[in-house]
């Protein structure tokens, strides 16, 4: 079915990263370091759980160095290290990069050939090296107040964040220097922190719920949606506890997605994680598109045949028209809520939708498991699910 493009994203300095994307296969990480003779260079791989290191070799006086390694299916990271210089890399499964770089100050003094992701990285890196050098030039500038400098610091901050957002994460939120981009750090301080900053929730559930279409079931993507869901908790709790109420978190609710709240076509306030334990099709329409009808048939046929063995339709409409949206719901079993942000919503930015229609499968675990670009036939994964 046509789909009409409706949204493009324009999009703690992590380790270096390398991603291998593929079955068995090796990747290669090879260059020069200069000036680093007698020098140990490691290869270390950045897991969620820790660093451990993979390969090493002592330097020569050319400096040269290859390192080779197991292809994965997901990304997964890595990084090259001579005591606490860093390089950043990245890998598009087995393809080989070149390194070129001179110690001692090789995390800022190097190039790098052989894949996108491996410059995007690079830039990102120099970014944030750049981001705390005015920072601690603006917190050294004695004639600036306390107060001053800290607002300074702040707007800097929030620059810095719109750039990256926009120009890097949520223009490819698939790729792997985006997942890169949500572990920066100014000093010791996340920059994109889900845990403090609602905003920045949806900024990791856009990568998160991207990785589950690029690398269904991947730890790292799953990983993302914990983060995500645990920030939405600590917002609940914080905005409890302004509103001068007890909350305990243990009864937070939790899900595998993020949740949506809006009014339905009888003005009730429906939650998509009250689904769980139903088999959930969530549905991002437009009721004025020309195949709308069409694919309402579709959807009243999967919903007649299912719902009484658990499928429930979660329909999110983003029509501008909320008299024409509720003539045309009104006949619809199924739930159908509407978001009066349309485009600009900033649930399609979570579930990182770019065109209409597209849709997700949930299962009964509230847990996201398939978008539209990874089903070839709805109903059978309708089936299993059920």
Known sequence: ????NIWKATAMMLSAMVIASCNNNKFTVEGQIGNAKDSVLYFENVGIEGISVLDSVKLDEAGDFSFS??????PEFY????????????????????????????ATNYTVSGSDNCEKIRELAFKQINLQNRAIAIQQDSSLTVETANDSILKLLADYKNDVKFNYIFKEPFKAYSYFALFQTLGNWLIFNPRTDKDDIKVFAAVATSWDTYYPHAERGQNLHNIAIEGIKNQRIIAAKNANLEVDAD????AGVLDITLLDNKGQARHLTDLKGQVVLLDFHVFALDDSPARILMLRE????????????FQVSLDSDEHFWKQQTAALPWINVRDGDGVNSERLMMYNIQAVPDYFLIDRGNNLVKRAAQ??????????LL
């Open 302 to 313: 999967l919903y007649n045949k299912y719902h009484a063995q658990g499928l429930e339709v």
């Open 251 to 254: 009864k937070v609710k939790e």
């Open 375 to 384: 089903i070839k036939d709805l109903e059978a994964e309708i089936k299993k």
């Open 1 to 4: 079915m046509k789909k009409t």
């Open 79 to 106: 990084r090259l290290r001579i005591a606490d210089q860093i390089i950043n890399v990245s890998i598009d499964s087995t393809e080989t990069v070149k390194i070129k770089g001179d110690y001692p100050d090789m």
């Open 69 to 74: 390694e197991e292809a994965t299916a997901a």
